[in-house]
């Protein structure tokens, strides 16, 4: 006899949306890449992630099918162009699967820490295996082909040492010089100028391909906060003569075709908005010096209001799919006392 499950929990219905939403827009994305890209080692990298993109589609409809839970509109082939020219350069499409997989991961280990039921924390222990694996995959095949822009490096410490003024977690006066930034802030400034490499250029191509004026200036918007917030961060780092290379293979096209819908464009905005607050997060609270704390802070509030803007251009154009939510209890009992 078959024991009945709980019921899902709220944490695990907007795990679940959430997910399907994202491998929807995966599917989108990488399908798209697969018709152009032609490098033989980076292809299969891309049908991979599509692959998992497409079988986790199937399984969480399965999930949606037994709870009798709505499955989300999503995206589908309608907000992709098929017949639109290539639009990123191979290198560009092997970068985008290696730092989704770094997003999905940190979101896959949020869905697991967050699931009761045991089909739910094996479906989400799933997809953190298989998100991490398609990072090993991407990371390898850039190493390999030497696209892989390496964090810079420094000296390895030969004994520990201990901080002995307070001076070290200062950095807002001025009038005094700040001290060399640590491995830790070093590598948080490093994964935000890249993250926001990465968005500079999807904002770039969403720009030039969208026939809307409102998104072509709301993406435009997004490329120069993503400029300013990478200048911030290299010249931190060009402050204490640490160098970032940068590749120019991860390239967009000169295409002004209509690739990817207005809709799937702006979701996607948002969803890289929501990484790149958790990431500024993340950093603040592991920098020890002060003026890097209140810089990711500030931009935090920066990417804020960008996402604020994106929230009420797609509600305008009915573009925004809304989260499961519950009733309000006060307008059921207004409506139980209008009927």
Sequence with gaps: ??????????????????????????????????????????????????????????????????????????????????????????????????????????????????????????????????????????????????????????????????VDSKKYLSGLNPFSGKRPVNAVEISHLYTNVMTNTLGFKLCLAFAQTSPSKDVQDYMLEGKDIAQKHMKKFGDILLNDNIQIGQSSDISVSNSTTQTFSDKLAMYHMSVISAAGIGNYATAAAASQRLDLALNYERFSVEIAGFAKSGADLMIKHNWLEQPPGTKGREELARNKEES
Aim: aromatic share 10%; charged share 20%; proline share 6%.
């Design 1 to 162: 006899m078959n024991e009945k499950k709980p019921s899902l929990t709220s944490a695990e219905v907007a795990s679940l949306w959430t997910s399907y939403m994202n491998d929807c827009l995966a599917t989108c994305m990488t399908g798209h890449m697969l018709k152009h890209v032609e490098d033989p080692e980076i292809k299969p990298i891309i049908q991979s992630a599509y692959d998992i993109s497409i079988r986790h589609q199937e399984q969480l409809r399965t999930i949606f099918n037994q709870e009798a839970f709505a499955i989300p509109a999503g995206f589908t082939e309608q907000d992709v162009n098929v017949n639109a020219p290539r639009l990123f350069s191979d290198v560009f499409c092997l970068t985008y699967v290696n730092n989704m997989a770094k997003v999905a991961m940190m979101t896959y280990s949020g869905f697991l820490a967050m699931s009761l039921r045991e089909d739910m924390r094996n479906y989400f222990t799933q997809a953190l295996t298989e998100t991490a694996h398609s990072y090993n995959q991407s990371s390898a095949i850039a190493l390999t082909k030497g696209v892989s822009t390496r964090p810079p490096t420094i000296e390895i410490p030969k004994e520990p040492d201990y």
